[in-house]
């Protein structure tokens, strides 16, 4: 939600351009999906940005996270030793 928020001017702008109701709706549908992939795609960046700026190490995870990546890496040297 915090990255849509700044799109919706833009959302509100093309229910103000002429033309059919679905043809406006598919706009916003599609100016929505677009901005949802950026996002998601700088989600990983932002999220290690947010973390420096409030004084937190940028690789922070949660503990359930680091578990489990800890459990994967011992499965696999476990799996694939030489």
């Given at each position: 939600?915090?990255?849509l928020?700044?799109?919706?001017p833009?959302?509100?702008?093309?229910?103000?351009?002429?033309?059919e109701l679905?043809l406006?709706?598919?706009?916003?549908l599609?100016?929505f999906?677009?901005?949802?992939?950026?996002?998601?795609?700088?989600?990983?960046m932002?999220r290690a940005h947010?973390?420096?700026?409030?004084g937190?190490?940028?690789?922070?995870?949660?503990?359930?996270?680091a578990?489990r990546?800890?459990?994967e890496?011992a499965?696999?040297?476990?799996?694939?030793q030489r």
């Amino acid at each position: 939600m915090r990255g849509l928020f700044p799109m919706t001017p833009i959302f509100a702008a093309f229910l103000l351009f002429p033309g059919e109701l679905w043809l406006r709706g598919a706009m916003i549908l599609l100016a929505f999906l677009l901005a949802v992939f950026y996002i998601v795609a700088y989600m990983p960046m932002n999220r290690a940005h947010r973390l420096a700026k409030h004084g937190f190490p940028q690789d922070l995870e949660s503990p359930a996270r680091a578990t489990r990546r800890a459990a994967e890496r011992a499965a696999y040297e476990a799996r694939y030793q030489r």
